[in-house]
Each structure stands twice: as C-alpha cells, then as structure tokens.
C-alpha cells in the first residue's frame, strides 16, 4: 500500500521497495518526532486548527511511547515504509485529519528529516561509547607506563617503547577521529524540513521554527540543496565512522601481532580466545580478527557512497535507497565492535620481561650512539661506530636512558590527552536532543 501513490505493479513494487519496511523500524521515533514539530508549525500558519493539532500530537505521542518504545510498532505488510505507516495508523483511528499530516512536505525532506534525527542519535550514542573505550585506554596506559616493550618500523625492531606509551597511542588517535564525528555532526545537524521534493512548497512555511523545534543548529536554506544533501552527507558522516573504524582495526593488528608466538607480548584468557580442531596448542584471536575485517568493510562503506552519488544530478533519486540499505545499520556495526573490544581490554594480560631476550638488545642501538654524542664525538661518527660494533659482532647495549620530553615513554601526557578529548566532545551539543524529546514527546517545558 503506498499512501497517496497509484497501484503499481506488485512485481515492480516489491523490487523498488527495498528492505524499507525493515529497516525504517530505525526511523520510526525520528518520524514521530519530525511529524510532531511539522503539525505544530501547519496550526501555526494556519493549516490546522487547534483542535486538529491537539488530536494528532495526542496520538503521535501514544505511538511513540507505548508503541514504538515498546516494541509493539510495525509496518504492516502492503506498506511501503515508516512514513506511510504512520500516516496509516493516524488515519484509521482518527479519521481525515490523519490526512492533514502531509501538506507543506514530501517523502523527500520526510525521508532527510528522521535520517539526520536518526544521525544525532546515533552520534550522540558513538560519542558515550569511544569516551569509555578512550578511558579505558588511558587507564591501561597508566597501569602499565613502566612495562617496557620493543618498538617497530618496517616490522623490524626499532626502539623501545611502553605498553604505557602503546596504550594512550590509541587513546589519541580517537581524539581526531572525534573532531570528524564532531564535524560530522555539525553538518548533519541543519534542517532540511520545507524543502519538499527539492523545490520548496507555496504553503507559507515556517523552516525556523521547525529548526527550533527540532533543535537543528540551522537550517538547510536553500531547497536545492537541501535534497543535494542527500548521499553526500551519508558520505560524510561514514567517513568519520570510517576513521574510527581504521583506529579499532590497526589495534586490531597489533593485538594479532602480540598474541602470536613469534611476538608473545600479550595474552587472554582462555575464555576468550578460541582453539583448533586439530592443534591443541593454539589460542586464536578470533575476535579481534572479526573487529578488524568488520573494521576494515566499515571503511571501505564512503567509497560506495561516494561511487553511487557522486555522477547523479541534483534532485532526488531512487539510488540513495541502497545507500541507506547499507547505513542505518552501520552505526550498530561499530558500537558492538567497540564494546567486545572494551570487554576484551578488560582482561588483557601484559607480559613484563619481554626485553630480556637477547634478540632485543639493539632496541639500544640508539641509546649507544647518544651517549657517545653527549661525550663529545659528532653524531655521524657515533652512528658509524656502533654500526660497525652491531656488524663485527661487539655491541654492548646499557640501561635505557631517560625520555622526559612531552610525548615520550617517561612523559605520557595522559592529563591533556584526556582534556584534549573532552574539549572536543564539548562542541557536540549532545544536551539538545534530550531536549527536542522532552519538549515534543513527553510536553516538558525546557
């Protein structure tokens, strides 16, 4: 059943409908929302009377609360998606002013409206959880400041480093990825409500004061564009989650490095590494395995966007459908990612000897040539002589030296890594959606 569409062929019908009518169960508080601050803004002009707005937001809030947050809301088969659904329900018990919900907007704003209602959401979630994972990694960070590790390039054994120094590595690498979730946000965070199909309405619409009422930061001004925006700030908005992904993969990869053998850095419990069918010695990481090649499918996600998108002319079309087929459920691909790794960090085991192997001697190589430099000889000349002490055989490494600058294993920085984080999470109003459903769900005057 499409509402206010002619039949179409049921073969026709159920290609183009897509998985809509399973996937729009995610929009479905959003839709309500967006409809509710719609019908205020149609009495405000005129397109509805008191009496009318009254009946709607009475049964738009029943919906949302003891329907969709129950669990008890569907889209009936036969109908296409969220918002015919909800046009159907508001019709069937209350009659023709079930019909009014519609006038000043299309399918098209409607559509944008709960995917960036949906957005903020969704951020607002993904924000609470990196900072826990970011805690959490600090905490580690700390613990283990003073457990010395090798450090790496090109895979060969470089210089040394800290789990201390490892840990807060990561806690870093999410704060970028943050300032792109914030930057994400603020795009995403404009209304594009009034712009119709693309083309505004001659209704005399009131757009600012669905911005307030939605607690958008502004408004999508020109129609146009407004729909333009559609794809491209999908893209936009998984690059960021795509960023995040990348920092959970490339951990990742450490931890399958370190668990190894050859490495044998780190360890878990039994409990949560898996074995072989046939070699009973091995402790597999599994799951950091499936976090990295979920990660690594997350990141490859604004590249298809951007391949569906990027040739289409201004205006809305069909395509965008298999664009959302794909991006309502990443966001809940990412969070569990991020919450099975917490669980895992939880138990991490650190080993605390690993440089007493001989193999990580020349870890030290560089310790050498500075003490020789601090004694006088140019530092050319010392790296040319350890260089030939570690080829005839003869090197001594000593005691590691002291690293005190800011960044390094003896000067972690952790306190303005953390405000630096927190700073950046202050530019996310995250307060302003609590406040949109205070006000237009549950009448809370805020």
């Not at 995610?26 to 309500?32: G, N, S, Y």
């Not at 000043?104 to 409206?113: A, E, F, K, P, T």
């Not at 969070?335 to 650190?350: E, G, Q």
């Amino acid at each position: 059943m499409k509402i206010g569409k002619k039949e179409t062929n049921r073969e026709i019908e159920n290609f183009t409908s897509g998985k809509d009518s399973e996937l729009d169960l995610l929009l479905a508080p959003h839709d309500i929302i967006g409809t509710i601050a719609h019908v205020i803004m149609l009495e405000s002009i005129g397109l509805l009377s008191k009496k009318d707005l009254e009946i709607l937001i009475k049964e738009l809030r029943y919906i949302y609360i003891n329907e969709i947050l129950t669990n008890n809301f569907q889209i009936d088969e036969g109908i296409e998606d969220v918002h015919s659904q909800v046009e159907f329900l508001l019709t069937h018990r209350l009659g023709e002013v079930g019909k009014k919900i519609h006038s000043g907007r299309s399918r098209n704003d409607q559509i944008l409206v709960d995917l960036k209602l949906f957005i903020r959401t969704e951020i607002k979630e993904i924000v609470s959880m990196v900072y826990s994972f970011f805690d959490l990694l600090l905490q580690l960070s700390e613990k283990y400041k003073n457990i010395l590790m090798p450090g790496y390039t090109h895979y060969q054994i470089a210089m040394p480093s800290s789990f201390g120094l490892w840990f807060a590595a990561y806690a870093e690498s999410l704060i970028d990825d943050m300032l792109l979730i914030s930057t994400a946000y603020s795009i995403t965070n404009k209304n594009p409500l009034g712009s119709a199909a693309g083309y505004g309405s001659t209704f005399p619409l009131n757009r600012t004061m669905t911005t307030e009422l939605l607690g958008f930061e502004n408004l999508n001004y020109n129609v146009i564009y407004a729909q333009m925006g559609r794809g491209k700030m999908e893209r936009i908005v998984t690059e960021a989650i795509a960023s995040l992904a990348n920092t959970l993969g490339k951990m990742s990869q450490d931890i399958c490095l370190y668990l190894s053998q050859n490495f044998n850095f780190i360890s878990f419990p039994d409990f949560l590494t898996t074995g072989s069918s046939i070699m009973p010695h091995k402790k597999n990481p599994d799951v950091f395995e499936l976090i990295r090649a979920k990660c690594n499918r997350i990141s490859s996600f604004p590249n298809e966007i951007s391949l569906i998108s990027s040739n289409l002319c201004s205006g809305y079309h069909r395509d965008f459908q298999i664009i959302k087929e794909r991006f309502l459920p990443i966001f809940d691909e990412l969070k569990k990612c991020f919450s099975i790794f917490r669980y895992m960090l939880n138990h991490i085991v650190i080993r605390n000897d690993i440089l007493q192997e001989d193999k990580y001697k020349y870890l030290f190589s560089v310790e050498v040539v500075h003490k020789l430099v601090k004694e006088g000889m140019s530092f050319r000349e010392a790296y040319k002589k350890v260089g030939s002490n570690i080829e005839n055989g003869c090197f001594e490494p000593f005691t590691m030296g002291i690293y005190s600058h800011e960044g390094s294993i003896g000067n972690l920085c952790n306190q303005n890594i953390r405000k630096m984080m927190q700073d950046v999470i202050k530019k996310i109003d995250l307060e302003k959606i609590n406040k949109v459903i205070e006000r237009l769900i549950y009448g809370i005057k805020t």
